[in-house]
């Protein structure tokens, strides 16, 4: 039985992305309105160990046997940088495995030089920057009281300064919240001294925690990769659908799939854009 596992899931960026889930179910330092995951239920900034890293071993080793992910993606429903075993599971896979590791995180713990550090031997980090305005990022992120912008903005500016991997930075965009050109100025005030491999702009894929958060339109997604482009920003992309060859769609993990479809709903759609 698998109980950290969960995918391969069909990563628009990452292509067969294999999920390891270190924390508690919707344990986060954030609630963000566009969640797929759902409310968080346990609101926090304490790192702990959630889970027994020898039977998550275990896991990855038995797994790899019968499939052959593009990428072990640390994420799930909770926040991956709140695990203390966070960096001695990187350091095993990098030293057992051939995979690649990712590490998604909404960047509230980032500041930390403890959590860069036990990152900084993944292959990507997707930090998320959802506004460079304290008072928009709060009402997009909802973060635990004790996270500030400027702890956010520290830590992502420290992570391209040090980390030698890519970094995909993340702006999730909300239309009517944080697409203005106020925000969008603001965004590249901050980001044009930032190191960073691609600025990705995310919508809405699935339903969030949220009713009212809708997905942005692509028009308006080519308007703000146009602005800031134009601006001075590089690499500026647009996430859109999940596709692989009909020849490279895996076997499907009956328990391993339901894990993935417990923390977030994917239709039939995206199940047979990555199985057979």
């Not at 986060?28 to 566009?34: A, E, L, R, T, Y």
């Not at 909802?142 to 903005?153: C, G, M, T």
């Not at 239309?175 to 603001?186: F, K, P, R, T, V």
């Not at 999940?242 to 977030?264: C, G, T, W, Y």
Request: charged share 35%; hydrophobic share 35%; glycine share 6%.
């Amino acid at each position: 039985m698998y109980k950290y596992l969960f995918g391969p899931v069909p990563s628009r960026r990452l292509g067969i992305s294999l999920g390891l889930d270190l924390v508690a179910p919707k344990t986060c330092n954030m609630n963000c309105v566009f969640c797929e995951c759902g409310v968080t239920q346990e609101l926090t900034t304490e790192r702990k160990s959630y889970i027994d890293v020898e039977e998550a071993k275990k896991e990855i080793k038995d797994i790899l046997k019968t499939v052959k992910p593009d990428c072990i993606t640390f994420s799930g429903d909770g926040e991956p940088t709140l695990s203390s075993d966070l960096g001695e599971m990187i350091n095993w896979i990098k030293d057992n495995t051939d995979v690649n590791v990712v590490v998604i995180t909404n960047s509230g713990l980032l500041h930390d030089k403890k959590v860069r550090d036990e990152i900084k031997r993944a292959d990507i980090v997707i930090p998320t920057l959802n506004s460079a305005i304290e008072l928009t990022m709060k009402k997009i992120n909802r973060p635990k009281a004790s996270i500030s912008l400027k702890e956010i903005e520290e830590g992502i500016k420290a992570l391209g300064e040090e980390f030698t991997g890519k970094i995909y930075l993340e702006t999730f965009i909300i239309e009517g919240i944080n697409d203005s050109e106020e925000e969008l100025n603001a965004l590249y005030s901050f980001l044009k001294d930032v190191k960073y491999t691609k600025l990705q702009l995310n919508r809405l894929d699935r339903p969030g925690t949220e009713k009212w958060v809708q997905p942005a339109s692509f028009e308006r997604l080519d308007f703000i990769k146009k602005y800031l482009e134009e601006k001075g920003l590089h690499d500026v992309e647009i996430l859109g659908k999940f596709h692989i060859a009909e020849q490279e769609k895996i076997e499907k993990n009956d328990e391993l799939v339901e894990n993935m479809k417990s923390k977030r709903v994917y239709s039939e759609e995206e199940l047979n854009a990555i199985y057979k």
